[in-house]
């Protein structure tokens, strides 16, 4: 940036920038050096970290390691049966509430077409003729 035309930057050169001092190199150098010590000790605290995480990692892997030993030693080797559950039960259970769902679904349907159905046999009871249950006779008796 320059100088402007009134005399204004005179005796403030704008384009030069003050030079710097010992003591700023000094508190640069010591916030430098903080900084790195302070960089340093968080590293060092992660690397703990990571290390205790890496050791509960492995106390819970042993122990599952163990938990499985035990249940082959008193259940056998017959592994995980996954959704089949205990004979079967749950796959069962989810046929069972699938098979619940879908009536629901379809429950608006069967009575739409239920009700048609009734529709059609009245519409075929009225087109058919009135009642046929009475006796031909005089209408002018009256019994």
Known sequence: ???????????FPVDEPPPRSPEDDESARAA???WDRQKDEWRARKAEWRAQREAWRADR???KADVRKSFREHFGSRGFRGLRG?????PRLL???GLIALAIALLPFL???GFLALAV???AAGLRGGRHDYR???PSQTS
């Open 1 to 11: 940036m320059g100088k402007l035309d009134i005399g204004v930057g005179d005796e």
């Open 32 to 34: 430098r050096e903080e």
């Open 61 to 63: 892997d042993a122990f």
């Open 86 to 90: 205990v004979n079967g039960f749950l």
């Open 95 to 97: 046929i069972g509430f």
């Open 111 to 113: 009575f739409m077409f």
């Open 121 to 123: 046999v009245l519409m």
């Open 136 to 138: 031909p006779g005089n």
